[in-house]
C-alpha cells in the first residue's frame, strides 16, 4: 500500500521557517522523483520544487528560489521542503509527490500558513 505521509506544516511568522517532511513507503523510494506542489485558497494547484536523485539536480518555482531547499533521503525513504524567509504569499496546503513515468502519487497534505 503506498503511502506518502507529510508533516511539519503549521502557523510561522513572516521571516520564519519551518521544514516539512514526507515519509514514503509501499515503492521503491529511491527510483522515484519527488516533488512538492502547494495550493492556496482559490488558486491552482502548482509546482514549488521536485528533485530526481540524491546529489542530482532540484528545480525550483522563481518564487522560492534562494528561500527553499529541496532535499531526499533515501535510506530513510523521506523527502524534506526547507522553507526560510517565509512570506504570506506561502500560505498553502503543501503536497509530496512521487513520480515515475506516467505514475504520480500523491500525499494528503499539510498546511502551512505565514501570518503574523
Known amino acids: 500500500q503506498v503511502q506518502l505521509v507529510e508533516s511539519g506544516g503549521g502557523l510561522v511568522q513572516p521571516g520564519g521557517s519551518l521544514r516539512l517532511s514526507c515519509a514514503a513507503s509501499g515503492f521503491i523510494f529511491s527510483r522515484y522523483a519527488m516533488r512538492w506542489y502547494r495550493q492556496a485558497p482559490g488558486k491552482e494547484r502548482g509546482l514549488v520544487a521536485g528533485?530526481?536523485?540524491?546529489?542530482?539536480?532540484?528545480d525550483y518555482v522563481d518564487s522560492v528560489k534562494g528561500r527553499f531547499i529541496i532535499s531526499r533521503d533515501n535510506t530513510n525513504n523521506t523527502v524534506y521542503l526547507q522553507m526560510n524567509d517565509l512570506k504570506a504569499e506561502d500560505t498553502a496546503v503543501y503536497y509530496c509527490?512521487?513520480?515515475?513515468?506516467?505514475?504520480?502519487?500523491w500525499g494528503q497534505g499539510t498546511q502551512v500558513t505565514v501570518s503574523s
Open positions: 509527490v512521487a513520480i515515475y513515468g506516467s505514475w504520480a502519487y
Open positions: 528533485m530526481l536523485l540524491p546529489g542530482g539536480s532540484r
